[in-house]
């Protein structure tokens, strides 16, 4: 079990990620390629990366064990891009290499000797480890990348509405079926025993789309706090892009647009920006979908949201 005990600072400090995170979707994604579980969410990706691996990014897998502790530098804080999380990697602290590595030790699991290297400093096999993320990445993650972070902002949506309509007790009572909320507590289940105390930092929620189970976070409590967790979603293969009768009675970009609402709530900003267009042209065909009936445009804070109709789930249906 973990808990983790909240303030009243803490609760006004409850943050949710706003973006999918490189680095934990490439270290969750790494479990997912050698795990059974969640084979009807992740069976075509993992039949597909399993064979795409580079040689370099193989150096990955040893350093990670299949389950059980994994190294906290490998999934640095706040960074918004994969080029910048392997950067903070590369840049971490000789002494926090070697308590990681130690406590990957400590943990029963075996330690390759590049890794033991790395923990005594060794430059040139940290550099190996950051051309591994970077291949790793490249070859397994970046070609699904829209999509992954189009299924995250669904979840997103889904907290920030839960946080609009009911403050962060609501949100906290409805984020995960592994999680209660006794106030001031949040229990979750977890392989161990441990226990974080937020001490006024708040707490990151981070929904991730090669999660899977129970949550997980920092085992480092002095690290900002964050909570890892898996979202609702139907497999990789739930894209946007739209088939090519759909694609022929709307346009391809204007169907396009459909099938992003319709996987994904969002505002006309992040509408342009997950189908990549401008803002004037998805702000036009946004429009253009309301008046038709196909999706609903309601104002939540300074945003409209747009949701897909049950017309419009019809039309997509029936394409």
Request: hydrophobic share 40%.
């Amino acid at each position: 079990m973990l808990e983790i005990h909240f303030t009243d600072a803490d609760l006004a400090k409850l943050t949710i990620a706003e973006d999918a995170d490189p680095m934990w979707e490439l270290l969750m994604s790494s479990y997912r390629i050698r795990r059974p579980e969640g084979e009807p969410f992740f069976g075509r990706w993992r039949r597909g990366s399993r064979s795409a691996v580079p040689e370099s990014g193989r150096l990955l897998m040893t350093a990670v064990p299949p389950y059980g502790y994994c190294p906290d530098f490998l999934t640095p804080p706040g960074t918004a891009t994969v080029g910048d999380g392997i950067a903070a990697v590369l840049e971490t602290p000789q002494r926090i290499l070697a308590a990681d590595v130690s406590e990957l030790a400590a943990q029963g699991t075996r330690v390759p000797p590049w890794l033991r290297r790395v923990g005594d400093g060794d430059t040139r096999d940290l550099r190996r480890l950051g051309t591994a993320l970077h291949d790793y990445y490249r070859q397994c993650l970046a070609p699904d990348w829209p999509v992954i972070r189009r299924t995250v902002a669904r979840d997103r949506r889904r907290l920030q509405s839960s946080l609009e309509r009911g403050g962060p007790q609501l949100l906290l009572s409805t984020l995960h079926p592994d999680i209660t909320w006794s106030p001031p507590v949040l229990r979750v289940r977890f392989p161990v025993e441990q226990t974080l105390h937020l001490g006024g930092r708040g707490l990151r929620l981070l929904p991730t789309f090669f999660a899977h189970g129970m949550p997980t976070t920092y085992k480092n409590p002095g690290l900002p706090p964050v909570l890892v967790y898996s979202i609702g979603h139907t497999s990789l293969d739930s894209d946007a892009e739209p088939g090519p009768s759909l694609a022929a009675l709307l346009g391809q970009t204007r169907a396009r647009v459909l099938m992003t609402v319709a996987i994904t709530p969002c505002n006309t900003s992040e509408l342009a920006e997950l189908t990549d267009i401008s803002l004037a042209t998805a702000s036009q065909h946004a429009s253009i979908l309301r008046a038709s009936g196909l999706i609903t445009s309601a104002r939540v804070g300074k945003s409209q949201i747009h949701r897909i109709t049950p017309l419009g789930l019809g039309v997509i249906r029936a394409s």
